[in-house]
């Protein structure tokens, strides 16, 4: 417990001084590029802290100067940290209107260029998703939790439609990424932080072209399925197993 006290106490110094160099920075280069450089730092650091090794898969399968929408499954905070950390893209989160509202971190999100989506009425949630797939269109890759909200067991909960509606109206594809190790470090509801391996997983783009509202179903169905067999495959090995996949 004194591990997760000690750790808590840096991620709290650590996010000041990222969000802080975020504000400053976003001030500087493209729509927020460098600032976000300011954020992957940050993760890094607290996974290092946490002693948290982060391996990725798949990477061949993206082109760094594509738009893209990664699609990743959500067992644990530290989902976002991998993610940020670790994945060499250029790309802005999707987040509640509530996080843009925290003194500091929220005016850094806001400078780095993270997209608003605020869920306060059925009015406002269509306005800010317009707004969003237009950002999409104009080439602007973001990640989504399309299960919406952190999973308890660290399987992959049902998905919400927001994400695939932002996907047929940009007209960009999907990126599925699959997550595995994080609910062991620190699952829903518990403050404790455990060491451990992490594997993010990357996916060939699902092009979305082809569909509409009318069969936005199918593709949700679609991504769903390729990330519930990928999580089975990354269950079904062990650690030293997935090693040899570091970075492909």
């Keep these: 417990m004194i591990r997760t006290v ?16 975020a504000i400053i920075l976003s001030f500087f280069g493209k729509g927020g590029d460098l600032a976000h450089l300011a954020g992957r730092f940050w993760a890094k650091s607290v996974l290092l802290v946490s002693r948290v090794n982060v391996r990725v898969q798949g990477l061949h399968h993206i082109d760094a100067r594509a738009t893209y929408i990664y699609m990743a499954n959500h067992q644990s905070m530290f989902d976002i ?3 940020l950390g670790y994945l060499p893209v250029q790309f802005r989160w999707l987040a509640k209107k509530e996080l843009f509202q ?13 997209i608003s989506i605020d869920r306060s009425d059925r009015k406002s ?8 797939a237009r950002k999409i269109a104009q080439g602007v890759s973001v990640i989504i939790f399309p299960e919406g909200s952190r999973s308890t067991d660290g399987g992959i909960k049902p998905f919400k439609a927001g994400g695939f509606h932002l996907a047929v109206r940009s007209g960009r594809p999907i990126v599925p990424v699959v997550i595995y190790g994080t609910h062991h470090v620190m699952p829903k509801g518990s403050l404790r932080i455990r060491s451990g391996l992490v594997v993010v997983s990357i996916h060939a783009p699902v092009d979305t ?14 991504i769903r399925s390729i990330m519930k ?20």
């Excluded at 925290?102 to 260029?113: H, K, N, Q, T, Y």
């Excluded at 067999?229 to 492909?248: F, I, M, T, V, Y």
């Design 209 to 222: 072209a082809s569909y509409n509202n009318r069969t936005k179903k199918v593709l949700m169905e679609t």
């Design 6 to 21: 000690v750790i808590s106490m840096w991620v709290v110094l650590i996010t000041l001084v990222g969000a802080l160099s």
């Design 81 to 83: 940290l991998a993610l």
């Design 229 to 248: 067999q990928d999580l089975e495959r990354l269950k079904a090995n062990q650690p030293g197993d997935l090693g040899s996949s570091h970075r492909e």
């Design 125 to 132: 949630a269509h306005k800010s998703l317009v707004e969003a």
């Design 102 to 114: 925290i003194p500091v971190f929220g005016l850094s999100m806001a400078r780095v260029g993270y």
